[in-house]
Every structure is written in C-alpha cells, then in structure tokens.
C-alpha cells in the first residue's frame, strides 16, 4: 500500500487507510511510487546497481478484495508477473502478507480484535502458500507491534482510537496467533522456502538507569512494543514477568484480555519453526517515570516540541 500505488485497479478492494487518509491527512496512497506500474523498471535498475533482493508486500484486497469468498485473478495475475520480473533480474522477492493493509470489509468489522480475522488471515496465507511456489521467503506480518499501537494507542492509523491499551496487547495477541497458525501450516505442507516475521524493537532505556522508577517505565514500555510480542513469538506463552507487567497497565489504564487455550496451543506449536526473525530498528526511546493521566499527542507535521508520550502507570 505503500509503494504500489493504483489502489482501485484491476479489482482491488479497497482498505481502511483509502477513507482515512482522505479524511485526516494532507496525502494518499495514489499513486505512492507507482511500484504497480513502474516495477519492470525498479527492478531492472536493482539489477543494474547489484541490489540483490527487495521487500514485497501482497495486498491483501488484490487477492481477496474483501478479505475472503471471490479471488480476484487480475491481482493473482499481477504478482506472478511481478515475482516473474524480480526472478528475471535476479532480485530475490521477500515477500510480506500484511503490511498495515487489512481489507476495509475485515477492518470495519473489529480487524484482528475480531477472532473471524485470524481465520480470514490464515485462509488467505493458505491462498499465497500454495498460489506462489516462485516465493522462496516469507513474511506473516510487518511490524505488528505499531499495528496495535497506531490503531488503539497513538491513534494515528484507522479507526484512530486512543489510549486503548487493551486493544492494544489483544490485537497483538491475535495476530501472533494468526502468524503462529500461518508458520505451522506453511511447514506443515512442506513447502521449501523459509517463513518468520518482521517487527520493529525499538530499545527502551531508563532515562536515569539509576532510578527504579525509571527502570519500572522503561520495563513496562518494553513489554507494550517488544516483550509481549516475542514471547508469544519465541516462547509460545507470555513470561510471568510479561504478565505481572501487562496486568499492571490494565489495572492503571482498564480492560481485560480474552487469551484462550487453544491460542497458546497454536503459539506453542509454532514456536520453534520461525525461520527468521527480522528487524525494523527506527530508534530507542529513554522513559522516565509519569504519575498522571494517559496523553499521547503525534507530531506528524514537523512542529518541534509538539509531541507528547506519557502513559498512566
């Protein structure tokens, strides 16, 4: 969604961030860098230059415009070509299958705060697993950890609801259920390429290291952005100290999980089979301790000093 541009052609579906972005922001995603039209040339220059592999995410809504039911051959047909083009060049595609791009028929109905979307997901990797044998390395899910935080936190990615920090962890659980549930299946059929995840981990400091209280901070926002999301990846089950910290934060902020049995019989499963594990590094982030109410301002248009990150607990 971010490179391909061409967001209602050939029958693709459309997604929440098209209506989003029209409403909110000063940009959309028409026509991005065009990648849906221009990529024989991005790739031969790849060749040209010696790039040897390139980041390709499926759009969901090509494939399935409203996430399940009906395939839509032409956007099927746009990336056998494209995976074509990269193999041509000798550009190997690592190919990612969510990248912040949940149809809007599937988005509008709770996304993966919505149990049915784990299915939906899994049903529409099974699709790619079997369609794309040209793949040789796959992605479930880019960066799951700003999923949640954009969409329940900061509020900055649709539907732009704040402060949520139960929505929060349970959309980060469901979805490391769905990438669970995606890894086993994958090898399970025994198909010959790699598959893993991409997150961002930003390193979160103690703003004075010797200052318990900013050590507390620093733990806490670690398990929001990082820990939560790597046990459920590496250890199919969440650390008692993950735990003692996510309950913390509910208690100080509100909600409650709904963490079921069998979705920590799908992260156990799964554990083991990662192939990789790849990193989005952005920067670190030094906290220090707040004792007041919950406020988180994003600062997307450059004003200096507008920005404001300070949770409750």
Known sequence: YQAEGATHTDGTGPVAWDK??????????????????????????????????????IAWSRIFPTGYGEVNEKGVEFYHKLFAECHKRHVEPFVTLHHFDTPEALHSNGDFLNRENIEHFVDYASFCFEEFPEVNYWTTFNEIGPIGDGQYLVGKFPPGIQYDLAKVFQSHHN????????????????????????????????????????????????IIHNKFILDATYLGHYSDKTMEGVNHILAENGGELDLRDEDFQALEAAKDLNDFLGINYYMSDWMQAFDGETEIIHNGKGEKGSSKYQIKG
Do not use: C, Q
């Open 20 to 57: 989003y972005l029209e409403d909110n922001y000063w940009y959309t995603a028409e026509p991005a860098s065009d990648f849906y039209h221009k990529y024989p040339v991005d790739l031969e220059l790849a060749e040209e230059y010696g790039v040897n592999g390139i980041r390709i995410s």
């Open 175 to 222: 979805m490391m259920v769905s990438h669970a549930r995606a890894v086993k299946l994958y090898k399970d059929k025994g198909y010959k390429g790699e598959i893993g995840g991409v997150h961002a981990l930003p390193t979160k400091y103690p703003y004075d290291p010797e200052n318990p209280a900013d050590v507390r901070a620093a733990e806490l926002e670690d």
